[in-house]
């Protein structure tokens, strides 16, 4: 059982920036791929970004894309996402999830954290 917390959520402006950061425990960190994913409000959950095994691949949904950073550091069992250029409409829970499978399909990752608020005022 892999056990994912989330940090550094929190209130920004439009045009600014945060990073959130996820500690897993558990598990061998490098079974795993590690994805964020959030949920607005009032909307469905959705993908953010993903990054497999040992930081060779990313991928990142298109509203992200060229604004936010996912890396993962294997020796503290820590994935990151760095969100520069916040928008209004990246108001979401953003959730740190892993799966052993890098390259979902439509399915959701197998673990998931609690979920941390990111708020962007404009």
């Known amino acids: 059982q892999v056990h994912l917390a989330e940090s550094g959520g929190g209130l920004a402006q439009a045009g600014g920036s945060l990073r959130l950061s996820c500690a897993a425990s558990?598990?061998?960190?490098?079974?795993?791929?590690m994805y964020w994913f959030r949920q607005p409000p009032g909307k469905e959950r959705e993908f953010v970004a993903g990054?497999?095994?040992?930081?060779?691949?990313?991928d990142y949904a298109d509203s992200v894309k060229g604004r936010f950073t996912i890396s993962r550091d294997n020796a503290k069992n820590t994935v990151y996402l760095l969100m520069n250029s916040l928008k209004p409409e990246d108001t979401a829970v953003y959730y740190c999830?892993?799966?052993?499978?890098?390259?979902?399909?439509?399915?959701?990752?197998?673990?998931r954290g609690q979920g941390t608020q990111v708020t962007v005022s404009s």
């Open positions: 558990g598990g061998t960190f490098t079974d795993y791929a």
């Open positions: 990054i497999d095994w040992y930081g060779g691949s990313t």
């Open positions: 999830t892993a799966d052993r499978a890098y390259g979902l399909g439509s399915r959701l990752p197998t673990y």
